[in-house]
């Protein structure tokens, strides 16, 4: 989660940089997005939040107290701990990241009582970002259906799940990880199992997201697709013609 230097992008009308612009990027787990979101914060000096981190805090919180990620009585404590200490640095742990972390934090993210109590950090986010930020982007699975269901743009980011497995094994053997290309595929098929087929708040593109399939797109092309839709948005919506809006000094 990152506050970015604010500086007015060259291609967002002045009418439109006057308000708060929510950006939500959903998508299945090692799609891109998080990569996406992060480069598309910095490219408009917005702020970032990485919805999928929370879960992911609750999930390391409740297995370092021995918690069944599945029950709401046992993760409970991990949830409360981890809503008195929303930092910076325990959302950017590495630690975060691990499969047993992976694993766990699709469990937790299926109990509706987690739902709701991350549901309302999400939008306080959002509500309440500091006067000189010009919006945020917010990724995670159900951005554009249920937590900002108002975004001002929505990303439906995808990739079969052979190629997202491949990224992800190649990204764990560059961290010296053990794992194979088999139990990474199936990891992954798991977990957009679980994501797609949970009763609240399912993994699902919303009906008014630009559907982007990055299996034959690098993180580069991936990011300029999404610039040229978002300008295109803005200059259509204003009944602009590509008129250069001033930089901010
Ligand atoms: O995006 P990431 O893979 O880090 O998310 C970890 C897990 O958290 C996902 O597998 C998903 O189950 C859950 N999640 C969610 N809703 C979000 C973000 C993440 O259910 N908005």
Do not use: W
């Amino acid at each position: 989660m990152s506050i970015l230097n604010f500086r007015k992008t060259d291609f967002i009308p002045e009418e439109f940089s006057r308000q708060k612009i929510v950006i939500a990027v959903d998508g299945p787990a090692a799609s891109g997005k998080g990569t996406l979101a992060q480069k598309m914060a910095k490219r408009l000096g917005y702020a970032h939040l990485d919805s999928g981190a929370l879960y992911r805090a609750v999930a390391m919180t409740a297995l370092e107290i021995g918690a069944d990620p599945s029950s709401f009585q046992e993760v409970q404590p991990a949830l409360n701990i981890v809503l008195r200490n929303l930092t910076p640095e325990l959302l950017s742990c590495p630690d975060l990241r691990t499969p047993e972390v992976s694993d766990a934090a699709s469990k937790v993210s299926a109990i509706p009582e987690v739902r709701a109590a991350l549901l309302q950090h999400q939008r306080d986010f959002a509500a309440n970002l500091p006067a000189y930020v010009g919006g945020v982007v917010i990724d995670g699975r159900d951005i554009g259906t249920v937590v900002c269901p108002n975004a001002d743009i929505k990303f439906f980011v995808t990739a079969s799940v052979e190629e997202r497995a491949r990224r992800r094994f190649l990204e764990l053997q560059s961290e010296h990880k053990e794992a194979t290309f088999e139990q990474v595929l199936a990891d992954l098929s798991a977990r957009d199992l679980r994501d797609t087929t949970r009763k609240v708040a399912p993994l699902v593109a919303a009906t008014d997201a630009y559907i982007l399939d990055t299996t034959k797109l690098n993180p580069a092309e991936t990011l300029d697709e999404t610039i040229a839709v978002i300008r295109s948005k803005f200059l259509s919506e204003s009944g602009d013609v590509a008129k250069p809006v001033q930089k901010a000094v």
